[in-house]
């Protein structure tokens, strides 16, 4: 599957984004997918996953409450819907796919990536 995310861009803190992750490929509905963050000098760390069915997602504790992800099988895309946005939150996000039912925390673990979208929150 090839990923292409995009959405990114320049916000104040207390605005909102919506990233999306288009996926090629007539298999789409059998990925979990999930998004990543890396800042500058941190390692990437998981933001938040949606579940092969979509019915499980997960997110990390700093985004809890103000992201939540989605996924719409028939357009082939996942999304990421950030409201409350916090400079801290400013990063190079990038979605990810798995064909494994579980959801991994790791990147070393997810095989399909797209490429980044810069978010830059200011305050």
């Known amino acids: 599957v090839q990923l292409q995310a995009s959405g990114g861009g320049l916000v104040l803190a207390g605005g909102s984004l919506r990233l999306s992750c288009a996926a090629s490929g007539r298999t789409f509905s059998s990925y979990g997918l999930v998004w990543f963050r890396q800042a500058p000098g941190n390692n990437r760390e998981l933001v938040s996953g949606?579940?092969?069915?979509?019915?499980?997602?997960i997110y990390a504790d700093s985004v809890k409450g103000r992201f939540t992800i989605s996924r719409d099988n028939a357009k082939n895309t996942v999304y990421l819907q950030m409201n409350n946005l916090k400079p801290e939150d400013t990063a190079i996000y990038y979605c990810?796919?798995?064909?494994?039912?579980?959801?991994?925390?790791?990147?070393?673990?997810?095989?399909?990536w797209g490429q980044g979208t810069l978010v830059t929150v200011s305050s």
């Open positions: 990810a796919a798995t064909e494994s039912y579980r959801l991994f925390t790791s990147d070393k673990d997810y095989p399909y």
């Open positions: 949606i579940s092969v069915g979509g019915r499980r997602t």
